[in-house]
C-alpha cells in the first residue's frame, strides 16, 4: 500500500511564493507517473502539474505555466511544486498523487494513489 503525504502548505500575500513536498511510503514510485492537483471551494478537482518517472516530461495545466515548477527525486521517492508568484485563485487544497500503472499521463483518472491534501491560501 502506497501512502502519500503532503506538506509545505498554508497561507501566503499574493505574488509569494511556496514550495510543496510529498514523500511517498509503501513501495518506491520511480517507474510511477507523478503529479499535483488542486480543489478550490464549490470547484472541481484539477490537474495541476505532472511529471514523467525520469522527470523528462512535464505537464502544467495553462494557468500555472511560467509559475509552478514541478519536479520529483526519485532516491528519496519525493515529489514537489515550487509555486511562485502566486495568485488568490491558487487557493485550493492540493494533492500529491501517484500513477502506478503508467509512467506519465496528464489524465486525472490514471491517478491511483492520492494524498491526503494540504491547505494552500493565497491573500490579495
Do not use: H
Not at 518517472?53 to 514541478?70: H, L, M, P, Q
Not at 500513477?99 to 491511483?112: C, H, N, P, Q, W
Amino acid at each position: 500500500q502506497v501512502q502519500l503525504v503532503e506538506s509545505g502548505g498554508g497561507s501566503e500575500q499574493a505574488g509569494g511564493s511556496l514550495r510543496l513536498s510529498c514523500t511517498a511510503s509503501g513501495r518506491s514510485l520511480s517507474n510511477s507517473a507523478m503529479g499535483w492537483l488542486r480543489q478550490a471551494p464549490g470547484k472541481e478537482r484539477e490537474l495541476v502539474a505532472t511529471i514523467s518517472r525520469t522527470g523528462g516530461t512535464t505537464y502544467y495545466a495553462d494557468s500555472v505555466k511560467g509559475r509552478f515548477t514541478i519536479s520529483r527525486d526519485n532516491g528519496k521517492n519525493a515529489l514537489f511544486l515550487q509555486m511562485n508568484s502566486l495568485k488568490p485563485e491558487d487557493t485550493a487544497v492540493y494533492y500529491c498523487a501517484a500513477a502506478s500503472r503508467v509512467v506519465y499521463s496528464s489524465v486525472i483518472s490514471s491517478y491511483d494513489y492520492w494524498g491526503q491534501g494540504i491547505q494552500v491560501t493565497v491573500s490579495s
